[in-house]
């Protein structure tokens, strides 16, 4: 099951790195149609200066092209910030960066450049090329603007704070692993491969567990879920022998800065005692074969060996059995523990990274929100400019209509008048 697990979280760590790098793409092609928008935009917008220079050269007017134009322009002010001006001859000279897209006739096109010539790495991060001057544009404004700024620094962002919680993971993880021992009684060793850092690798993308833990038939006897640990203040290490018995270990302060040790069998009898021992000293002891202990007597191995660091009291097990799963729990507790990384737990990292995202995710659409009720106010105000008003026509049209009635009466009445005068003389 815990095998199982680990395969999980690895396939949950690549699964949301492939999605980000998904997305880094998609933004790419979104460059890639963007630039091709503008280049068609900037054609037609030269094509059209051409024509309203030469309607204005023959003395007419050229309101439907310049209506056509201006409609080109405010297309074109949504995907990349811009600036224009209209000269003498009546060209509307375009510009971004200070780098001319349109000048009279002309039109200067943009290009997609990926930041690597070397077609092994994958395409991750694409320019924008002026491709006159070979120059890189970094839009301040737009929806290439927002789209670089979401593929350069938020999706990076993300990424690296998910791989160093990966990162963070391993080692802890395998910190902890390395405390237990397995179920044929071994120290335990790494669970998951250590991160290599000097790797072109990130950490996610080197996220595995190590060929012992992954053999099919002895890897999950090379889980380390017991704890060869005691506790802090004691610390038992059995050099893999296979031992019997539960004792509790009670180490006392003399008075004079050394300890005073006790050992007790599982009826509370006393079993081994000794005075006088150093803070940090390991004390090698071997069971006297009648479920007593005592001082190791010089054989090959010892029995089992106690190091004495602090006061305290505790049970404790020598058997090293599949049952005994203290650094199992120890491992499932590691997630919850404080201050791992970044003053957090591994679990209250990963809720900062969602909490985050949520944060920027509600705050984007709020400000979308807003700049759309932007948007809508400055149209109502160019369209009550340049807008035609059919009400407004209408009531023009009525009002002459009426001119031109009372004015065709007063002829009319002027011509009886005339004809009267006419008549009289």
């Known amino acids: 099951m815990a095998r199982e697990n680990a395969y999980n979280v690895i396939d949950s760590f690549?699964?949301?790195?492939?999605?980000?790098?998904?997305?880094?793409?998609?933004?790419?092609?979104?460059?890639?149609?963007?630039?091709?928008?503008?280049?068609?935009?900037?054609?037609?917008?030269?094509?059209?200066?051409?024509?309203?220079?030469?309607?204005?050269?023959?003395?007419?007017?050229?309101?439907?092209l310049l209506d056509e134009r201006d409609a080109l322009y405010k297309d074109l002010s949504e995907l990349i910030n811009v600036q224009s001006r209209e000269d003498a001859q009546g060209n509307l000279v375009v510009s971004t960066q200070g780098l001319q897209l349109v000048n009279g006739s002309d039109a200067y096109e943009l290009e997609t450049k990926g930041n690597t010539d070397d077609n092994s790495i994958p395409r991750m991060e694409d320019q924008l090329i002026h491709s006159r001057t070979g120059t890189e544009l970094k839009p301040t404004n737009g929806k290439i603007a927002a789209w670089m700024d979401m593929r350069d620094e938020k999706l990076d962002f993300y990424a690296g704070r998910l791989d160093k919680l990966a990162e963070t993971m391993v080692t802890e993880f395998n910190?902890?692993?390395?405390?237990?021992?397995?179920?044929?009684?071994?120290?335990?060793?790494?669970?998951?491969?250590?991160?290599?850092?000097?790797?072109?690798?990130?950490a996610i993308a080197?996220?595995?567990?190590?060929?012992?833990?992954?053999?099919?038939?002895n890897g999950l006897d090379k889980i380390a879920a017991g704890n060869k640990n005691i506790d802090t203040f004691v610390?038992?290490?059995?050099?893999?022998?296979?031992?019997?018995?539960?004792?509790?270990?009670?180490?006392v302060d003399d008075g004079s800065g050394n300890f005073n040790l006790t050992i007790n069998d599982s009826d509370g009898n006393s079993v081994y005692s000794q005075t006088g021992i150093t803070p940090g000293d390991a004390i090698n002891l071997e069971l006297d074969g009648s479920g007593g202990v005592q001082d190791d007597t010089g054989g090959i191995t010892d029995d089992f060996t106690l190091t004495i660091n602090d006061t305290g009291k505790r049970n404790i097990s020598l058997d090293k059995a599949i049952g005994n799963g203290e650094n199992a729990n120890a491992l499932a507790n590691l997630f919850n523990s404080d201050e791992v990384i970044e003053g957090a737990s591994l679990e209250g990292y990963f809720r900062t990274i969602v909490t985050s995202v949520g944060a920027e995710s509600s705050r984007s659409q709020q400000m979308?929100?807003?700049?759309?009720?932007?948007?809508?106010?400055?149209?109502?105000?160019?369209?009550?400019?340049?807008?035609?008003?059919?009400?407004?026509?209408?009531?023009?049209?009525?009002?002459?209509?009426q001119s031109y009635a009372a004015a065709a009466k007063y002829i009319n009445k002027t011509e009886e008048l005339l004809d009267s005068l006419m008549t009289i003389v």
């Open 368 to 401: 979308k929100n807003n700049q759309d009720v932007v948007l809508k106010q400055l149209t109502t105000l160019d369209r009550s400019i340049s807008g035609v008003s059919l009400d407004e026509e209408m009531a023009n049209l009525i009002k002459y209509q």
């Open 14 to 64: 690549k699964s949301v790195e492939n999605q980000l790098n998904d997305y880094k793409e998609s933004i790419n092609d979104n460059l890639s149609n963007a630039a091709a928008d503008i280049n068609n935009i900037t054609n037609k917008m030269a094509d059209l200066n051409k024509q309203i220079v030469s309607v204005k050269g023959s003395g007419q007017n050229p309101n439907d």
């Open 206 to 217: 080197q996220l595995d567990l190590t060929a012992a833990i992954k053999d099919l038939e």
């Open 175 to 202: 910190t902890q692993h390395q405390a237990g021992y397995d179920a044929n009684g071994v120290d335990g060793d790494n669970f998951f491969k250590p991160i290599d850092n000097s790797s072109n690798q990130n």
């Open 235 to 251: 610390e038992l290490d059995t050099s893999g022998n296979n031992l019997s018995g539960n004792y509790q270990v009670e180490v």
